[in-house]
């Protein structure tokens, strides 16, 4: 079986119901179940025998050394992250706990527990670590797009201790031998997303008709990957990767901020147009910029389309049609999210 961490997060969580989808192997999940982490995201695995939910932190080493004793772990898949910016610039120790600390124990429990495989099972253990575009910092407008070989540059606390987790795992293969894999992806949307980010934001707003709030000028460009193609990737980095090697992860979809946001109130206009018959555009609301918010992110996956044989199903277009769809059509999932915390976050991160 495989170990995830973090899978009843947003990432996390689509990667468990996809693989579960498609294979009978079965997943031990743990999840420290924060604000982010949400277990109605796996309801419909409740009475599923292969997925074996536990409540934890990866910075509990006897926990961690613990489960992958009992059981027969042939991979480690870790996306458990803080992950929004916003909230690593007002509250940074968090991150550090978590993105760094407690990669650097999920790094020592599974060294240990690799050290006492026999040989077979040695030579075929993975340690997956799931990371981000934003450690590389920066891009101008009409700079190529981030390769694997692209310096590390992060600009804020949230990418900073991505990148020294990057750096955790590549220093435990040189160091130790561990056989690692690292992914980077651009911007994930889709289904489960909790709606502090951009989309589930704007959707949550405007059907809400509360402002949509755009830093700065709006013009910030992401390149766009709809979750269940960020899935599809790992499975196959997984399945085909080469020990030591990173790949980027990329949904070939540049796209400003003000350009999504226009996206989805299109879309809204004509799946749930309003009485009145106005635009949701009209709610739109330019706030201040985020502080060292990087102007560009753009993911260069020729890599591991030219390696590996994969690339994203999904176009900007239908990605977000699929999205727009899926909160559309669970109502309660986003109302059950939105407690009285939650909205506070908002007042204090918008005002």
């Known amino acids: 079986m495989i170990l995830v961490t973090g899978g009843a997060g947003f990432i996390g969580s689509n990667f468990v119901l996809d693989w579960l989808s498609q294979s009978d192997e079965a997943i031990i999940n743990i999840d420290k179940l924060t604000y982010a982490g ?32 009992n059981y027969s772990v042939r991979a480690i898949l870790n996306f458990a992250a803080e992950s929004h910016v916003d ?47 934003e450690v590389f910092g920066s891009l101008a407008p009409q700079e190529p797009a981030f390769t694997e070989s692209h310096p590390y540059e ?8 991505k990148a020294a987790s990057d750096h955790l795992v590549r220093a435990w293969l040189h160091t ?14 889709g289904p489960f997303h909790f709606p502090e980010k951009l989309i589930p934001l704007v959707i949550h707003n405007a059907l809400k008709g509360d402002p949509l709030p755009i830093y700065g000028d709006g013009q910030q460009i992401r390149d766009w990957l709809y979750v269940t193609d960020h899935c599809s990737a790992i499975r196959c980095v997984l399945e085909k990767g080469v020990v030591g090697e990173t790949y980027n992860i990329g949904g070939c979809n540049e796209k400003a901020n003000l350009q999504v946001v226009h996206t989805i109130c299109e879309l809204l206009d004509a799946k749930k147009p309003k009485s009145d018959g106005s635009s949701y555009k009209n709610q739109i609301t330019f706030v201040t910029d985020r502080p060292g918010h990087d102007k560009r992110y753009a993911m260069d996956a020729s890599k591991i389309e030219r390696e590996l044989g ?36 908002l007042a204090k991160q918008y005002v």
């Open 310 to 345: 994969w690339r994203p199903l999904q176009t900007f277009e239908t990605g977000m049609t699929k999205t727009v769809d899926w909160y559309l059509n669970n109502p309660q999932w986003t109302e059950n999210v939105t407690s009285g915390a939650y909205k506070d976050w």
């Open 38 to 69: 949400n277990l109605e995201n796996l309801k419909s695995l409740k009475d599923n025998p292969l997925h074996i939910f536990v409540k934890g932190d990866i910075g509990d080493a006897n926990l961690i050394s613990e489960l992958l004793n």
């Open 87 to 133: 909230r690593s610039i007002h509250g940074p120790a968090d991150f550090i706990q978590t993105n760094v600390i407690g990669t650097f124990n999920l790094l020592e429990c599974a060294r240990k527990y690799w050290g006492l495989l026999g040989e077979k099972d040695k030579k075929s253990f993975r340690f997956l670590h799931v990371s981000t575009d």
């Open 154 to 161: 992060p600009n804020s606390p949230y990418s900073a201790t």
């Open 176 to 189: 130790y031998g561990m056989p690692v894999l690292t992914t980077n992806c651009s911007n994930n949307y």
